[in-house]
């Protein structure tokens, strides 16, 4: 599978932005969605990943509550909603494909496939 990252833009502190992963390819609906992001100077850090139908969901501490992953599997496309944007989530932010069992997927190595990464620029 290919994936696609969008969505991405300079936004202000308090501000919204929807991220979207479009795949191509097979079997979409076969991997769980994962999202990382990656800012200057730090390592690539897991954020949210949904399974497989869609019916769960695991957030990193730093963005749950504000931030809400989805997919739409017959549109072969997931979403990062991210409200109440901070300086802090400035990274490019990334989406994966992963066959891994749940408990793993916050790891990166777990995941097959990647988007080619979005820009998100909060400015306080």
């Known amino acids: 599978v290919q994936l696609q990252a969008s969505g991405g833009g300079l936004v202000q502190a308090g501000d919204s932005l929807r991220l979207s992963c479009a795949a191509s390819?097979?079997?979409?609906?076969?991997?769980?969605i994962g999202w990382f992001r990656q800012a200057p100077g730090k390592e690539r850090e897991f954020v949210a990943v949904?399974?497989?139908?869609?019916?769960?969901?695991y957030y990193a501490e730093s963005v749950k509550g504000r931030f809400t992953v989805s997919r739409a599997n017959a549109k072969k496309q997931a979403y990062l909603q991210m409200n109440t944007l901070k300086p802090e989530d400035t990274a490019v932010y990334y989406c994966?494909?992963?066959?891994?069992?749940?408990?793993?997927?916050?790891?990166?190595?777990?995941?097959?496939?990647w988007g080619q990464g979005t820009q998100v620029t909060v400015s306080s």
């Open positions: 994966g494909a992963s066959l891994g069992a749940w408990s793993t997927l916050r790891v990166e190595n777990m995941y097959l496939y």
């Open positions: 949904i399974s497989r139908n869609g019916g769960t969901f």
């Open positions: 390819g097979e079997r979409f609906s076969g991997y769980n």
